[in-house]
């Protein structure tokens, strides 16, 4: 199954997901934040990248800039519970700036799977 990178600085939304995605299947690899998840995805790769907006020392923003650099294949999914930049919602942001869909929290099990699929079957497609 594929292996998932859940980066979040709520311990608790964390094992929410990581919860959700072990009972599918998914081999699932936690990181606090930024840094530590980008640490974590050089060691070895995920299949999908699972990224809070806000977070400590590196936020979700340039942790999706940085995973571009990394991979520019790397599949990117940002969630946040809402908020805005200079007039656009956080998500379009992260979107525009690479991420590959976005999932405002909170969200439901069955559309956090079907997101992650979704990006699972499009890096095994490339």
Do not use: H, W
């Not at 594929?2 to 929410?16: E, G, H, K, Q, T």
């Not at 809070?52 to 340039?62: A, L, N």
């Not at 942790?63 to 956080?90: F, Q």
């Amino acid at each position: 199954m594929p292996r998932v990178l859940v980066i979040d600085d709520d311990s608790l939304m964390r094992d929410l997901i990581r919860i959700y995605l072990e009972q599918e299947g998914f081999e699932v690899v936690e990181a606090g934040d930024g840094q530590d998840g980008l640490s974590r995805y050089r060691q070895k790769p995920a299949d999908v990248v699972i990224v809070d907006i806000f977070m400590p020392r590196k936020d979700g923003i340039e942790t999706i800039m940085d995973l571009r650099d990394l991979d520019p294949k790397a599949r990117i999914l940002a969630i946040s519970g809402g908020g805005e930049l200079a007039g656009m919602e956080y998500l379009t942001y992260a979107r525009s700036l690479g991420a590959d869909n976005i999932l405002p929290k909170p969200f439901k099990r069955d559309e956090l799977l079907a997101a992650v699929r979704k990006a699972s079957q499009a890096r095994a497609g490339n």
